[in-house]
């Protein structure tokens, strides 16, 4: 597999969490709505800048390797059979990141978590996070898409849940660096997505 497609799968979570944020964007037709977003988008990219510009300061500024990284993925889901961990690190034209993953299943269910750390590719993650991070909520007869933070400091996000193929998913970002997915099919709800995520050490990644 060459460079550029190994790229292009590394930016894959970056790729999702812009569309999902678009959409939820487009739903609102309220200024003011769409003015407080905006206020929301510019304080969490103020947040990230500063949080990046600590990294500088003690010679932060490289991707952590993917073996490192496959340790914040959770080992288990109750009742499910856990895979191997994947992953990999890149580097390519100045931008370098890493990604893991893990699957879980039980019957014909998948949980599928991931991480990407973008901290060697600033850049990119920038924007998603702010998307991220907008509080915009949207439903309608095809899925709901909700904020979503857990409650943990350092963490923003959506959740999505399509109600005509019961998929739920929950994104995150994480620290000013890190990108979280965790998807789940045949689902009632975005409750396990919830759960699989708190089980990823969140709070450790957001002090990083």
């Not at 200024?31 to 949080?51: F, N, T, V």
């Not at 500088?56 to 073996?67: H, V």
């Not at 998948?110 to 915009?136: C, P, R």
Request: aromatic residues 4%.
């Amino acid at each position: 597999m060459n460079k550029l497609v190994l790229a292009v799968l590394g930016t894959a979570l970056l790729t999702t969490a812009c569309e999902q944020a678009q959409k939820a964007k487009e739903s609102y037709s309220a200024i003011s709505k769409l003015k407080d977003a905006g206020e929301k988008m510019e304080a969490s990219m103020d947040a990230a800048k500063s949080r990046r510009e600590e990294r500088e300061k003690r010679g932060d500024t490289l991707s952590m390797p993917y073996k490192e990284l496959q340790a914040y993925l959770p080992t288990e889901v109750s009742g499910y059979t856990a895979a191997n961990p994947t992953g990999q690190s890149m580097k390519m034209s100045g931008i370098a990141f890493s990604t893991v993953g893990r699957e879980f299943t039980k019957d014909s269910v998948t949980v599928k978590t991931e991480i990407i750390d973008y901290n060697g590719a600033n850049q990119l993650y920038q924007g998603a996070s702010a998307m991220l991070g907008l509080g915009l909520e949207s439903e309608d007869d095809e899925q709901l898409t909700k904020s979503a933070s857990l409650g943990i400091d350092g963490a923003s996000g959506m959740e999505t849940y399509r109600k005509k193929d019961r998929q739920a998913e929950l994104m995150l970002a994480v620290g000013g660096r890190f990108l979280i997915k965790v998807t789940a099919d045949k689902q009632p709800d975005t409750e396990l997505v919830e759960s699989v995520a708190k089980q990823m050490q969140l709070e450790k990644l957001a002090e990083l």
